[in-house]
C-alpha cells in the first residue's frame, strides 16, 4: 500500500526565513510525485510533478527536489502571501490515482 | 493552468436531502475524474474514480449507493449524495486528470456541504 508521510504538520516562519517541507514516501514504483498548494476553503492548486531521483523543479521562491525515498519543498525567502497548506502526493504505476500526505500547514508571519 | 470548475460552492440543506455536485473540466477532455472528501485540517482521502462512459470505482468503505457518480461525458462528472445525513456534512473536491504519465491532476474550488 502506498503511503505518504509529511513532516512538520505546521510550520511558522518570519517573513525572509527559508526553510524545508519534507515529503517521505513508500511506493511500488514511482509514477510521479506532486507538490499542491491548498488554500483555506479552496482545491489544491498544483505546483510541481517530480519523476526521477535527483530531479528539480522551481517556481518563484519554491524549489522541489525528489530523491528515491522523499521529496523537499524549500520556501526560500518567504512572504506572507506564501502561507497555506502544502501537500505531497504520489501517483502510482497502475492508473493515475494519487495517494496524499497529510499536509503542512505554512503560515509566514510578516 | 487546467480549469476545473466544481459548483456549488456551499450547500445547506436539511436532513434526508439529496444534493448533486457538479464538476466540469473547461478546457480539456477529462479521461478520470475523481471525487475527493476532506475532514477539517486533514487530507484529502479519495471517495471514487470515475472513467468516462463506465461506472465508477469506489473506494473500500465508501457506500456507493449513498454517494452516486455519474460521468457522461469527458467533461462532465455529478456526485449526488443521496439522502444526506448531519455525518456527511463535509468538504468534497472534484479532480480531473488525463491518463498520462506526470499529468497532474487538477481540482476545483470545493463544495462545503452541511447538514442540519
Known amino acids: 500500500e502506498d503511503q505518504v508521510t509529511q513532516s512538520p504538520e505546521a510550520l511558522r516562519l518570519q517573513e525572509g526565513e527559508s526553510s524545508s517541507l519534507n515529503c517521505s514516501y513508500t511506493?511500488?514504483?514511482?509514477?510521479?510525485l506532486f507538490w499542491y498548494r491548498q488554500d483555506p476553503g479552496k482545491g489544491p492548486e498544483f505546483l510541481f510533478t517530480l519523476y526521477s531521483a535527483g530531479e528539480e523543479k522551481e517556481k518563484e521562491r519554491l524549489k522541489a527536489t525528489l530523491t528515491k525515498k522523499e521529496s523537499f519543498l524549500h520556501i526560500t525567502a518567504p512572504k506572507p502571501e506564501d502561507s497555506a497548506t502544502y501537500l505531497c502526493?504520489?501517483?502510482?504505476?497502475?492508473?493515475?490515482?494519487?495517494?496524499f500526505g497529510g499536509g503542512t500547514r505554512v503560515l509566514v508571519k510578516p | 493552468g487546467a480549469v476545473v470548475s466544481q459548483h456549488p460552492s456551499r450547500v445547506i440543506c436539511k436532513s434526508g436531502t439529496s444534493v448533486k455536485i457538479e464538476c466540469r473540466s473547461l478546457?480539456?477532455?477529462?479521461?478520470?475524474m475523481f471525487w475527493y472528501r476532506q475532514f477539517p485540517k486533514q487530507s484529502l482521502m479519495l471517495m471514487a474514480t470515475s472513467n468516462e462512459g463506465s461506472k465508477a470505482t469506489y473506494e473500500q468503505g465508501v457506500e456507493k449507493d449513498k454517494f452516486l457518480i455519474n460521468h457522461a461525458s469527458l467533461t462532465l462528472s455529478t456526485l449526488t449524495v443521496t439522502s444526506a445525513h448531519p455525518e456527511d456534512s463535509s468538504f468534497y473536491i472534484c479532480?480531473?486528470?488525463?491518463?498520462?504519465?506526470?499529468?497532474?491532476?487538477?481540482f476545483g474550488d470545493g463544495t462545503r456541504l452541511s447538514i442540519l
Open positions: 479532480s480531473a486528470g488525463r491518463d498520462r504519465r506526470n499529468q497532474p491532476q487538477h
Open positions: 502526493a504520489v501517483q502510482a504505476p497502475a492508473g493515475n490515482k494519487l495517494t
Open positions: 478546457d480539456f477532455q477529462a479521461t478520470t
Open positions: 511506493v511500488s514504483g514511482l509514477r510521479g
